[in-house]
């Protein structure tokens, strides 16, 4: 059965969705500018009702500062972009917290391979566009990573009438959700996220 991620969490209605739904993980966004932005109180008073694992997405932030706000948020989960990505897996993979290694993949471009000291992370395949990471709706041609030889997540625009056809063509060990289960920037909507699990848990 596939993993699931719903990701964007920002409020208590749609975690609690997203945990009622059957989502195996939840993800709380730090990325300045993103409309699904949460401080480190909100994150924390949201994990720590939480039943599943959590993850946190940080971009351009080092890795000491990554893992304080881990600790200081209760995640368990960590998924990084930017300049000190690397670096940050290295270190949270060392520190016992969960790696979702993020790799870009172009419209029609063969996704780039992770680096071989990530052997441990969980590669997060999601649609590269300027300027954002993640949460841009926009999807690439899945048939391009159903040979990856190692499980993957796989993201970027999904959701409940397109993530069948996804892990039929893709063959993933998980799909990850976003921007497609909001009624407004920001807004999850509870319908949404139940829609979204159900397909990907019936694929």
Do not use: H
Not at 23 to 47: E, H, M, Q
Not at 67 to 76: K, P, R, T
Not at 99 to 121: K, T
């Amino acid at each position: 059965m596939t993993w699931v991620k719903v990701c964007g969490i920002t409020s208590v209605e749609a975690r609690d969705a997203a945990v009622r739904a059957g989502a195996d993980a939840l993800g709380f966004v730090f990325v300045d500018g993103s409309p699904r932005k949460v401080d480190v109180r909100r994150a924390a008073a949201l994990i720590s009702g939480t039943p599943v694992p959590a993850f946190i997405l940080v971009a351009d932030v080092p890795p000491d500062a990554v893992m304080n706000l881990a600790v200081e948020c209760g995640a368990s989960g960590i998924q990084p972009y930017g300049e000190f990505a690397g670096s940050v897996a290295r270190v949270a993979l060392s520190e016992g917290y969960d790696v979702l290694y993020p790799i870009s993949v172009g419209i029609d471009d063969p996704p780039a391979v992770a680096p071989a000291e990530l052997d441990d992370a969980l590669v997060l395949f999601d649609t590269d566009v300027d300027g954002m990471y993640g949460g841009s709706g926009r999807t690439f041609a899945w048939s391009m990573v159903a040979e990856v030889d190692r499980p993957f997540v796989l993201a970027g625009g999904l959701g409940a009438d397109n993530v069948a056809e996804a892990i039929r063509l893709a063959r993933p060990f998980g799909v990850d959700a976003s921007s497609r289960l909001e009624s407004a920037p920001g807004i999850k909507d509870p319908d949404r996220i139940l829609a979204f699990v159900r397909e990907a848990k019936q694929a």
